[in-house]
C-alpha cells in the first residue's frame, strides 16, 4: 500500500473516529456476534425502542422477532421518524480540545418492579450500523472506492510529467480546505499593475525610439563595411598584405565586430534579461555568435586558427538586424499608443465575440497590457534557439574530435552559428507588425500587439449593422405617399415605430418629422416579426411598418403596379396607410471591404434591425457576393445589443466610422499572424538546412567552400522569404 492509500485509509479512521468520541453506549447493552448477525446478516429489522419493553432486559432488546416483518414502506417511515426523534447532532461534530474520560455507566438495577424509562427520557444516541453507513458514505464520496485513489489517465500522466516543477511545488503550497482536502486549491492570479496613461505610455515609446533610431543607424556602418570586405576579398580585390599577414586581417575583422557589437546595446540588453527567465531568444543567439566568432577572429590573428577568414559579416549583419527588430517592434508600439493618445476614451473598440470579431463602444481597458504580452514566434524561440545553440556545439566538437584538428574548434563553430541562425529571425513579428501598423494608422486603428490580432482573428466571421454597410449620408430619405390618412400623423407614426425599434431610420424619420412641424408619438407593445418587420399599439390602432414582403405575409393589400424595393410600408389596423421611399447608395469603401472579406474566407453577420438590408439587397448594391450570415431576429437583436454595448478588453482601437476600418483591423490581423508563423516555419528550416550544409562541407575539409561570402549570401537568401511574406500584410 503507498503512501496516498495510507493517508487516505488514516484519515477516513479519523473521521470515524471523530463521529463516535461524542457517542455513549446503550446502558446495559452488549454487543455479541450473535446481535451483530441479527441486525447485519439476517436483515431483521430492529425492534422499536417503546416504554413497554423493561429496562434491564438487554438481551432481548436487539433479538430477531418472532413475528411477520413489516413492508419496505412502514420499515423506512420507521427509521426516518426514530432518526428525526433520536438524532440530534451536527452534520460533521467538532473535535474538543481535550479528551475527557469516559463517565462510569450508573448500575442497573435488577428490580423487575421498577417502571421503565419513559421514550423521551431516553438520551440521544447514534447507532454503530449509522455511523458505519455514513463513514462509508464519506469514503466514497472522496474515492470511488473508498479506499484506493482513481487510476491515472493517460492524458493526466502526460500533463503531469509537462507540468514545472515550480507549479507544482506552488499547487503543493497553497492552503486546501477543510471540505475539498484532495482537491488542488484554485490558482491566485495576481492582479494587473494599472495601466499608464496614453500621454506618459507615448512620451516613454517615443524617447526609447529615438535612442533605437541613433544605435541602428551608428551599427549599420561597421556591418557595411564587413560586407564590403566580404565581397572584396571574395574577388580577389585587397592588396597582398590582406593575405599575407593574418594579424592585420584577422585584427580588422575582430574590430569591426567588436564596434557593431558595441552600438548594439539593446540587444545585449535583451539577451542577458531573458536569461533568469529561461527566455533564449534570438537577442541570445545573436550574441553568442558574435562571441564566438570573435573569439575566433582574435584566434587567428595571434595565430591559433586557420587561414582562411571567419564569418565576421554574417555575425555583424545578424546583430544589426536584432537591433532593427527592437526598432521596427518600438516603432509599431509608438504608432499605436500615438492612436490611443489621440483622445481620451476611442468611439469604438474592436473584440472578440461568440459570434466573430465586432466593433462596440471604445475603452481603453486592457490595450497596454496586450501590447506588452509576448508574440508567438518569441515563444517559439525559447524551444528551437537553444536547439540550434546546442546542435551546432556539438556537431562542431564531433567534427574537430573525429579528424583531430582542436585548433580548428573556434572557427568551425562560429561558422555552424552563422549558418544556423537565421537572419529573418530578429524579424519574425516586428517587421510584419510595423508595416501593418503603418497602414493601419492612416485608416484611424491601432492594434494591441499579436495577443491582440491573435484575439481578434480567432473566428472566420465578423458582426457588421446597419450603419457599417450603410454609412451616415448613404441613405437618403426621397419622399412618402399617403392613403387615406392625414400625412403628418403617419409620419409621426413611422418615426414612433421606428424609435421605439432602434431602427436606423429613425433620423431620417425625425428630421422630416421636425422640418413639417411634427410630433412624435408614443408606441407601445412593440413587436418584431421574423418576415422583416416591428408592429405595435399607437392610440389604440394597431400599426405595422416594414418590407413589402412582410406586408404581403401579413395579409395587407399593396398596389399592384408597385415597383418600389427599397421602400417602408406603413399599415394601419391592416390597412395599407403610407409608404417612405428609401434610398440606399452603395460605398466604394463598403465594397472594397466586402471584397476584402470574401478573399479572406470570413463571412460578415448580418446585426441589423431593418427589415431592408438583407443579403439580397447586398448583392445587388455592391455586386458583391460575401455570403453573409442572416439569423433570426432574436439573434439579430441580441448582436446588436452587444454591438451598442461597451466592450470588455480593447484589442484594436478603431477611430474612424464605416466598414473598412473595421475590415481591416481584422484581414489585417489575420494576415498578420499567417506571416508571423510561415515566416517563423521558413526560418528555421533555412536554419537547419544551413547547419546540416556546414557540417557536411566541415567534415569533407571543403573549407574553401565556406567563404565569408558565402555564408553571408546564404544567410541573405534565407532572410527573403521573411521580407517577401511580410510584405502580405500590406496587401489584401
Request: proline fraction near 7%; charge should be neutral; include cysteine.
Amino acid at each position: 500500500m503507498g503512501r496516498e492509500q495510507d493517508k487516505q485509509l488514516y484519515e477516513t479512521l479519523r473521521r470515524t473516529g471523530e463521529l463516535l468520541q461524542n457517542v455513549r453506549p446503550v446502558e446495559g447493552e452488549s454487543y455479541t456476534l450473535e446481535s451483530i448477525l441479527a441486525e447485519f446478516g439476517s436483515g431483521a429489522a430492529e425492534p422499536a425502542l417503546t416504554s413497554d419493553l423493561p429496562a434491564d432486559d438487554t438481551a432481548e432488546l436487539y433479538a430477531p422477532q418472532q413475528e411477520e416483518t413489516p413492508p419496505v414502506e412502514d420499515t423506512a417511515m420507521a427509521d426516518k421518524k426514530s432518526l428525526r426523534s433520536l438524532l440530534r447532532f451536527p452534520h460533521r461534530p467538532a473535535r474538543p480540545a481535550e479528551p475527557e474520560e469516559p463517565e462510569e455507566p450508573p448500575a442497573i438495577e435488577s428490580d423487575d418492579s421498577a417502571p421503565a424509562a419513559p421514550a423521551e427520557d431516553i438520551p440521544d444516541r447514534v447507532r454503530v450500523r449509522d455511523v458505519m453507513w455514513d463513514t462509508v458514505d464519506s469514503a466514497m464520496a472522496e474515492n470511488d472506492d473508498g479506499i484506493l485513489p482513481p487510476r491515472e489517465s493517460l492524458g493526466q500522466r502526460i500533463r503531469r510529467l509537462l507540468t514545472p516543477k515550480n507549479e507544482k511545488q506552488r499547487e503543493a503550497r497553497d492552503p486546501q480546505d477543510t471540505e475539498e482536502l484532495w482537491a488542488p486549491a484554485p490558482r491566485r492570479e495576481a492582479p494587473l499593475p494599472p495601466e499608464p496613461e496614453p500621454d506618459d505610455a507615448l512620451r516613454v515609446e517615443r524617447r526609447q525610439l529615438k535612442h533605437l533610431r541613433r544605435f541602428t543607424l551608428l551599427a549599420a556602418i561597421p556591418a557595411l563595411c564587413l560586407c564590403v570586405l566580404a565581397v572584396l576579398e571574395a574577388f580577389s580585390w585587397l592588396p597582398d598584405i590582406w593575405w599575407d599577414d593574418d594579424v592585420i586581417r584577422c585584427a580588422t575583422l575582430a574590430a569591426a565586430l567588436a564596434i557593431t557589437a558595441l552600438l548594439s546595446p539593446d540587444v545585449w540588453r535583451a539577451a542577458f534579461a531573458g536569461l533568469p527567465k529561461g527566455a533564449f531568444r534570438c537577442e541570445f543567439a545573436a550574441a553568442l555568435t558574435t562571441v564566438v566568432t570573435l573569439a575566433a577572429c582574435i584566434g587567428g590573428a595571434v595565430g591559433f586558427g586557420m587561414s582562411q577568414s571567419p564569418a565576421a559579416a554574417a555575425a555583424a549583419v545578424l546583430s544589426w538586424l536584432c537591433q532593427w527588430g527592437i526598432f521596427l517592434r518600438t516603432s509599431a508600439r509608438r504608432q499605436s499608443f500615438h492612436q490611443a493618445a489621440v483622445g481620451l476614451t476611442p468611439p469604438y473598440v474592436v473584440g472578440p465575440t461568440a459570434a466573430g470579431a465586432c466593433k462596440q463602444k471604445g475603452t481603453l481597458h486592457g490595450f497596454y497590457h496586450l501590447s506588452d504580452r509576448p508574440d508567438q514566434p518569441a515563444l517559439w524561440q525559447r524551444y528551437t534557439v537553444p536547439m540550434l545553440l546546442l546542435a551546432a556545439t556539438v556537431l562542431s566538437l564531433l567534427t574537430c574530435l573525429t579528424h583531430h584538428a582542436m585548433y580548428r574548434f573556434l572557427w568551425v563553430w562560429s561558422t555552424m552559428l552563422c549558418a544556423c541562425v537565421p537572419l529573418g529571425m530578429p524579424l519574425f513579428f516586428p517587421l510584419p507588425m510595423a508595416w501593418l501598423q503603418h497602414r493601419l494608422s492612416r485608416s484611424g486603428v491601432a492594434l494591441a500587439g499579436y495577443a491582440g490580432a491573435r484575439a481578434v482573428s480567432r473566428g472566420r466571421r465578423l458582426v457588421v449593422t446597419e450603419g457599417d454597410l450603410f454609412p451616415p449620408g448613404t441613405v437618403a430619405f426621397n419622399g412618402y405617399k399617403v392613403f387615406g390618412e392625414e400625412r403628418l400623423k403617419m409620419l409621426s407614426y413611422a418615426a414612433a415605430v421606428s424609435h421605439a425599434a432602434g431602427s436606423s431610420l429613425y433620423p431620417l424619420f425625425a428630421q422630416q418629422l421636425a422640418g413639417e412641424g411634427g410630433f412624435r408619438s408614443q408606441c407601445e407593445d412593440l413587436q418584431y416579426y421574423e418576415d422583416g418587420g416591428v408592429g405595435g399599439t399607437i392610440h389604440g390602432e394597431t400599426v405595422l411598418m416594414g418590407s413589402a414582403y412582410f406586408m404581403r405575409r401579413r395579409h395587407v393589400a399593396l398596389p399592384h403596379d408597385l415597383k418600389l424595393q427599397t421602400g417602408v410600408f406603413l399599415a394601419v389596423d391592416g390597412v395599407l396607410c403610407a409608404i417612405f421611399v428609401i434610398k440606399y447608395q452603395p460605398s466604394r469603401n463598403v465594397e472594397w471591404a466586402l471584397r476584402a472579406l470574401k478573399r479572406a474566407r470570413l463571412r460578415p453577420v448580418l446585426a441589423v434591425r431593418s427589415g431592408n438590408v438583407t443579403p439580397r439587397l447586398l448583392k445587388r448594391k455592391f455586386a458583391v457576393d460575401a455570403h453573409p450570415i442572416y439569423p433570426d431576429v432574436s439573434t439579430r437583436l441580441a448582436l446588436s445589443d452587444t454591438v451598442e454595448s461597451r466592450g470588455d478588453m480593447a484589442c484594436a482601437l478603431v477611430y474612424r466610422e464605416g466598414l473598412m476600418p473595421l475590415v481591416e483591423a481584422v484581414v489585417g490581423s489575420k494576415r498578420l499572424l499567417t506571416a508571423c508563423r510561415v515566416s517563423s516555419v521558413l526560418g528555421h528550416l533555412t536554419g537547419v538546412t544551413g547547419l546540416l550544409l556546414t557540417y557536411y562541407f566541415v567534415s569533407v575539409a571543403a573549407f574553401a567552400t565556406l567563404t565569408p561570402l558565402h555564408l553571408l549570401s546564404f544567410a541573405l537568401l534565407g532572410l527573403l522569404p521573411t521580407v517577401l511574406v511580410a510584405g502580405l500584410v500590406r496587401h489584401f
